[in-house]
């Protein structure tokens, strides 16, 4: 009877990991989808279906010993120390509450000022919390530092890899001063070698003891390097980059670092340039992250020296695809091993078998746009862009959002829409509320790094807790 009971137990477990939706993930994302504003309630929306959105964390680091233009984080970041155990702490609370109110299975970035300030042990700790509140961490870096960090990074004292998989957020442009080899930098040619040099240093992580690796490339744009966008794109593709982001520059953080040339820039310009490098259209509208005037996202693959998008926006019948994979499988597969992925799709497939047609004839078409010759050295590419606003309408905006005042002016009205479809937010559990990175880097950063100076370098008192911030509004 005991064996009877175990084994009935494990088809018991079976069962509730192979469901094709987490009933606690899908709990949350119901949560999420009933905070969306109206306008970006669209069928090509993910935010609500398949992500709560993006996460990122915030005053655990804000030093860099980089000097950019422009500079997203406030002026006064450099005064705050690095301090390992503080990051660590702070990395907790932020992550407890995300779990808490996000559910599990969501991507989050550690990133302030420059990661790699942190010691490699208290950077590793901080990964491995957000693992613990079942987050999918990236690192983010400008990757100026040696295979000696990234190696007691990933590996444990006594040699053992901490880590199966690193994922990493590097950011390499020619608005930034300060690089070993390319301190000043005048063109993107010029940080080729930095680009392959990053590259090497996972490369040779992974041959030497199988850490697997996840790199996104990162790019602010201004009119003096969008012309040389498609130079990065073809440079990352053969480096095999699993992300490429472009920001154009915007009016937020440190204003001495701002340049009026800026605003010159508009995002067509910027995709119109990206879709040079890719060498054909990117479609951006049959999948849609927050709001479009914030995030344009193009989910494909590399096969040999095509590009294919997952779905071709302006094809109806690959529109009635992405329904159908809505329909069938809701939520995402962070974290869950390859055998239980794939028997939940099995599951999913089964349970909405009138789809099975629909999904044969979107792979059909997708291996045509690949081409299917090529399939032999694919390799899967994401091409994003993120336009972040000007501080002088976010503090505005979002001081009347937390009085509850619909805005009456046009300009400060749409901030107010695209900041209530924020995809990408940072915890304040002492407020009850994930804020904008647009909010955090344009109101909150430089009060946080006031209050957060002074107790890290020794205020005579033995705190280690960091002030509360007041309600922003």
């Given amino acids: ?26 709990a949350a994302l119901a949560r999420r989808w009933d905070e969306l504003p109206d306008h970006v309630r669209t069928p090509a929306q993910m935010v609500g279906r398949k992500l709560a959105g993006c996460e990122a964390t915030h005053r655990v680091f804000p030093a ?32 407890a509450y995300l779990r808490a109110r996000r559910g599990p299975a969501q991507h989050a970035q550690l990133i302030g000022g420059e990661v790699s ?23 983010f870096t400008h990757g100026d530092f040696d295979y000696d960090y990234l ?5 444990r004292s006594d040699g053992t890899r901490r880590f199966d998989v690193l994922s990493f957020a590097v950011h390499v442009d020619s608005t930034m001063y300060g690089r070993r080899g390319a301190v000043r930098p005048t063109s993107e040619r010029q940080l080729h070698e930095a680009r392959h040099r990053i590259r090497a240093m996972f490369d040779r992580l ?3 003891y199988g850490v697997r690796t996840h790199l996104a490339h990162n790019m602010t744009v201004t009119p003096a390097n969008v012309g040389e966008i498609a130079d990065v794109v073809r440079v990352c593709r053969e480096l095999r980059y699993r992300v490429c982001s472009f920001q ?8 001495r670092r701002w340049d009026g040339e800026y605003r010159t820039l508009a995002d067509d310009d910027v995709w119109a340039e990206l879709e040079r490098g890719v ?12 709001d479009l005037r914030c995030n344009r996202v193009t989910w494909g693959l590399w096969a040999g020296d095509r590009y294919a998008p997952v779905l071709d926006d302006a094809d109806p019948r690959d529109l009635r695809a992405r329904d159908a994979f809505l329909r069938a499988l809701p939520g995402n597969l962070l974290f869950a091993p390859r055998t239980i992925a794939a028997l939940r799709i099995a599951r999913a497939l089964l349970s909405h078998a009138s789809e099975i047609p629909v999904a044969l004839g979107w792979a059909l078409r997708f291996a045509c746009r690949a081409g299917i010759r090529a399939w032999a050295g694919v390799h899967p590419t994401t091409y994003v862009m993120h336009s972040f606003m000007d501080a002088r309408d976010v503090a505005p905006a979002w001081d009347l959002l937390q009085r509850g005042v619909v805005a009456s002016d046009p300009r400060l009205r749409a901030t107010q829409e695209r900041l209530r479809a924020c995809a990408y937010g ?8 994930v804020v904008p990175a647009c909010v955090q880097h344009s109101v909150l950063d430089e009060q946080e790094n006031d209050a957060l100076a002074p107790l890290l370098r020794g205020d005579g008192t033995g705190r280690r807790t960091l002030p509360l911030l007041p309600h922003s509004g």
Avoid: I, K
């Fill in 151 to 155: 190696q007691r990074l990933a590996l």
């Fill in 1 to 26: 009877m005991r064996v009877l009971r175990e084994l009935l137990e494990a088809v018991r477990d079976l069962e509730r990991a192979t469901r094709p939706v987490d009933p606690e993930v899908a």
């Fill in 206 to 208: 992974e041959h030497a």
């Fill in 248 to 255: 154009p520059a915007a009016f937020v953080g440190n204003q």
């Fill in 279 to 290: 060498g054909g259209r990117l479609p951006y509208r049959g999948l849609q992250v927050g």
């Fill in 117 to 139: 300030l942190l010691p490699a042990d208290a950077h590793a700790e901080a990964l491995e919390v957000m693992r613990r509140y079942q987050r999918f961490p990236m690192s």
């Fill in 64 to 95: 860099c010993n980089f000097g950019c233009r422009p500079c997203y984080h406030a002026s006064n970041a450099n005064r705050v120390p690095v301090d390992g155990a503080h990051t660590v702490a702070e990395v907790e609370r932020q992550m």
């Fill in 426 to 433: 940072m915890a304040h559990p002492e407020l009850d509320l």
